[in-house]
């Protein structure tokens, strides 16, 4: 079996495309355009290159993009203030504060200060607990965008066996959480899971969001599993060279043997994230305005 490739980079450029066609639309109806607010804390490089890219995917996609960019020594009383005024703001649609924050910040806090109905990252608990009840809410980015390739991939993904490898609230368990609503039977593996190989060898379906360089063996896949590698690991550089590849979860080239599907790093779940967040804010924006956005536009 050769795997076929899961190509996140162009199901995401279409995404893009589709929530720039119905901003456009958005700003006919509503006389302004729709509004995401980024705010960055300090000046961490990675966090640097994610808001400039968000920035630009927001403007591409015909949406407002407001970017705030605090100072590291910024104290959590003026960062929530300022999270206060954007709640405010009419023309806000979605407020996102990138993540890591400095040390003394303190992540929790300053996510319960955002407004649910604007919290287009769907890390407020607000919304963990609508998606844990079946309530409509944000989802966060990464598992909806893997849910999205999945549900295009293999259509109904009821009664297949499902293994999300990762707990984390961003990643693991709102993806356990998708695909229980899409009727799959679901076990969440982790640090301590017993025996992780043959728990991986029952799944259709492997997502792995752990973080640890080609940890999941081609071996413990079944053959013909659906597979998203949600991990981005760089590698340590080769002689001579200043970098090291980008590797995701899954040992991507023996993998290509076995599963039926696979999604590859980079190029697989990590462009799906942006394009989810353009598709979340567009949302937040119809709600905000009291319109509703046609079925199945997006
Ligand atoms: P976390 O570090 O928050 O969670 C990692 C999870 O992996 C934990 O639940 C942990 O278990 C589990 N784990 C660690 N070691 C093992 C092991 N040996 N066997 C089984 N499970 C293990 O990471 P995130 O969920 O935030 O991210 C996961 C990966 O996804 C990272 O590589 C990250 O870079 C990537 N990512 C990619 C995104 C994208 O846009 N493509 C977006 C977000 C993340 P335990 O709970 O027991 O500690």
């Known amino acids: ?5 899961i190509d996140g980079k162009a199901f ?28 960055l804390v300090g000046e961490d490089p990675a966090s640097q290159v994610y808001v400039r890219s968000k920035h630009k995917a927001t403007v591409a996609a015909n949406m407002e993009s407001f970017e705030h960019r605090l100072p590291a020594e910024t104290t959590e009383a003026d960062l929530l203030a300022l999270v206060d005024q954007l709640n405010a703001d009419q023309t806000v649609d979605g407020i996102l504060v990138q993540l890591p924050l400095p040390a003394h910040l303190d992540e929790k806090a300053v996510i319960a200060s955002i407004s649910p109905d604007k919290d287009v990252d769907g890390f407020h608990v607000t919304n963990a607990g609508r998606l844990a009840v079946g309530q409509s809410g944000f989802v966060p980015c990464t598992p909806m965008g893997c849910m999205m390739l999945l549900a295009d991939r293999l259509g109904d993904l009821s009664g297949l066996e499902a293994v999300v490898i990762g707990r984390s609230n961003i990643v693991g368990k709102p993806m356990a959480q998708l695909l229980l609503d899409a009727n799959a039977t679901v076990t969440i593996a982790h ?42 690991n760089r590698l340590p550089p080769e002689p001579g060279a200043d970098k090291g590849r980008l590797v995701g979860d899954v040992d991507y080239a023996g993998a290509q043997s076995v599963a039926a599907a696979i999604t590859p790093v980079p190029g697989g779940v990590g462009p799906m994230t942006i394009a989810v967040l353009l598709r979340n804010t567009l949302i937040a924006a119809y709600r905000n305005e009291g319109l509703d956005l046609p079925d199945g536009a997006l």
Not at 17 to 36: I, P, T
């Open 1 to 5: 079996m050769v795997a076929q490739i």
């Open 191 to 232: 640090s301590r899971t017993k025996d992780l190989a043959g728990v991986v060898k029952r799944a259709d379906i492997v997502v792995a969001a752990v973080g640890r360089a080609e940890m999941v063996k081609a071996e413990w896949l079944k053959e013909g599993a659906t597979v998203i590698d949600v991990g981005i």
């Open 12 to 39: 995401a450029a279409r995404l893009r495309e589709r929530v720039g066609e119905q901003a456009a639309k958005f700003e006919g109806l509503a006389g302004r355009k729709a509004g995401l607010a980024v705010v």
